[in-house]
């Protein structure tokens, strides 16, 4: 089992960047593949990324392609999601995620949801 916990949110200008964070418990967590979603208000959740165990597998929504980027480090347990450009209708609460599949998690159904944290971009 996966406990997941972000961070790093906050509010910023258009055009500023933000690092959220991923913090995940169990030794068992680079065995998962995991990914970053959102959800603003008003609107369906929207993948964002997912990356796999070993990194060699990145998948990216075309919404932010060229602007974020997803990193692992699974010696410390945590996921990354650096935004860079970001623009007001990045805003939303972001969610990580972790699953067994990449599969799983790029479908919007892995195994494991952490609690989101708030993105707020200003124009």
């Known amino acids: 089992q996966v406990q997941l916990v972000e961070s790093g949110g906050g509010l910023v200008q258009a055009g500023g960047s933000l690092r959220l964070s991923c913090a995940a418990s169990?030794?068992?967590?680079?065995?998962?593949?995991m990914g970053w979603f959102r959800q603003a208000p008003g609107k369906e959740r929207e993948f964002v990324g997912a990356?796999?165990?070993?990194?060699?597998?990145?998948n990216y929504a075309d919404s932010v392609k060229a602007r974020f980027t997803i990193s692992r480090d699974n010696a410390k347990n945590t996921g990354y999601l650096q935004m860079n450009t970001l623009r007001p209708e990045d805003t939303a609460v972001y969610y990580c995620a972790a699953g067994n599949t990449m599969n799983g998690v790029v479908r919007g159904t892995p195994d494991y949801w952490g609690q989101g944290t708030q993105v707020t971009v200003s124009s």
């Open positions: 990356i796999s165990w070993g990194s060699s597998t990145i």
């Open positions: 169990g030794r068992t967590f680079s065995l998962y593949a």
